[in-house]
């Protein structure tokens, strides 16, 4: 067995695992375990009880990750997120005392509750694995994934996360309700238990740094870069965008696509990797022109029109 079908094994017990908690979502399982294996962070946005926060704690749990949860409330402040020094009397000095952030899988439940200033707290710890605290820095343990649920912000007493937040989040993912099926199910494992507390780790943070390894030696040819530079590109052009991806976003498709065709048992990437994923890496990063949501316009279309009109590798006219 290669080190491409190992670590795909690996992930394919991590998918299984989560199934048992989040029914009928297993393409949505799979984005966020790609995410992580990209060592990119996750945004799920949704409406409220579809499984959310269900879904990062059942990740947290299959890979045996310490785990914190930070519930978002606007009086939060960013010392309760980062960690506070607290004079010791009877030694004289200062002692620092971590806040959740310094956990390997950070549950962030209703992000966009809190006030800008909070939010803000969170940006050098999901861009430089760090945090600086009273002018000391403190590295954080690897892997370190942030996974942030907030509901759409046309609710009551949400605020938008700030462009530079957003960013930072290689995934912005949907679970969506279950079908018919998929609820009944959900009512009858939950009878007398959550799945939840019964689920068992299936991997150990040192099989996600494998993967995250095994994840860099997928080969990309030289065409499915273009691609990826050549769509992203097309997002700063585009008439009806105000604001386009950055080239932080050409560097996570890179590594998301790279992730996703590990988890499917390939050792490169093909162009479809790059259209499997164009909705969850870009559209949190583009800002449409006012002009355009006048009109009712939103990014999902904004971004099928850039995949039919941007030139696939190998495609004929």
């Not at 962070?41 to 749990?61: N, Q, R």
């Amino acid at each position: 067995m290669n080190e491409t079908q190992s670590a795909t094994a690996v992930a394919r017990k991590i998918i299984d695992n989560v199934a048992k908690v989040i029914i009928g979502k297993e393409p949505v399982i799979k984005q966020a375990l790609a995410a992580m294996i990209a060592e990119g962070h996750i945004l799920i946005e949704d409406v409220p009880g579809v499984g959310k926060t269900m879904l990062a704690k059942s990740i947290s749990a299959s890979i045996g990750c310490s785990f914190k949860r930070i519930q978002f409330t606007p009086d939060l402040l960013p010392s309760d997120i980062v960690g506070v020094s607290i004079y010791n009397q009877s030694t004289g000095e200062f002692q620092f005392r971590p806040g959740p952030v310094m956990a390997q899988i950070v549950l962030v439940d209703e992000i966009n509750r809190a006030t800008p200033k909070t939010q803000s707290a969170l940006l050098e710890a999901m861009e430089e694995l760090q945090v600086s605290v009273d002018g000391a820095t403190r590295p954080l343990d690897r892997p370190f994934i942030v996974i942030a649920t907030q509901n759409p912000i046309e609710y009551e007493g949400t605020f938008p996360l700030p462009e530079a937040q957003l960013d930072r989040f290689l995934m912005r993912i949907s679970l969506g309700y279950p079908s018919f099926a998929e609820e009944l199910s959900v009512i009858e494992r939950q009878e007398q238990s959550h799945p939840i507390d019964k689920l068992s780790a299936v991997a150990t943070p040192e099989d996600v740094l494998g993967l995250q390894n095994a994840a860099k030696n997928v080969y990309v040819d030289g065409a499915v870069r273009e691609y990826i530079v050549g769509l992203i590109e097309a997002t700063r052009m585009h008439e009806d965008v105000t604001l386009g991806a950055s080239p932080r976003a050409s560097l996570g498709m890179f590594r998301a696509v790279r992730a996703k065709a590990l988890l499917e048992d390939r050792d490169y990437v093909i162009p479809d990797d790059v259209k499997d994923l164009a909705h969850a890496v870009l559209a949190h990063r583009m800002i449409l022109a006012p002009s355009a949501r006048m009109r009712g316009l939103h990014t999902g279309q904004v971004i099928e029109g850039l995949l039919e009109s941007v030139a696939v590798p190998g495609a004929t006219r």
